[in-house]
């Protein structure tokens, strides 16, 4: 019954700009922090945004100024929005869910439940 829908992954240029959604279902959406995780061959998965119930954001050093989450609870979506993308960015990425408090740097397995992952490859 849980559902966490991705799209919006693909290939882009360096410099270059990429939406991810995530479309939830069969929990209570409005309740849940949601948090964008990526991993990349041969490296833990780690947090890249958050976005609590309360539209209350945060991000690592690596995202700031760059990386823009958002949710939709009209849509029980979440989105990732990023821009100037690097080769370094290239990795699955990943949205989960987790009720109540949530934040980019609370561990994985914190988290309720994940989404598919979807490939973001930077490259010229």
């Known amino acids: 019954e849980v559902q966490l829908v991705k799209s919006g992954g693909g290939l882009v240029q360096p410099g270059g700009s990429l939406r991810l959604s995530c479309a939830a279902s069969g929990f209570s959406f409005i309740v849940y922090g949601m948090s964008w995780f990526r991993q990349a061959p041969g490296k833990e998965r780690e947090g890249v945004a958050s976005v609590d119930s309360d539209g209350s954001t945060t991000y690592p050093n690596s995202a700031k100024g760059r990386f823009t989450i958002s949710r939709d609870n009209a849509k029980n979506t979440v989105y990732l929005q990023m821009n100037s993308l690097k080769p370094d960015d290239t990795a699955m990425y990943y949205c989960?869910?987790?009720?109540?408090?949530?934040?980019?740097?609370?561990?994985?397995?914190?988290?309720?439940?994940w989404g598919q992952g979807t490939q973001v490859t930077v490259s010229s």
């Open positions: 989960a869910a987790r009720r109540g408090r949530v934040a980019w740097n609370i561990h994985p397995t914190s988290f309720t439940y």
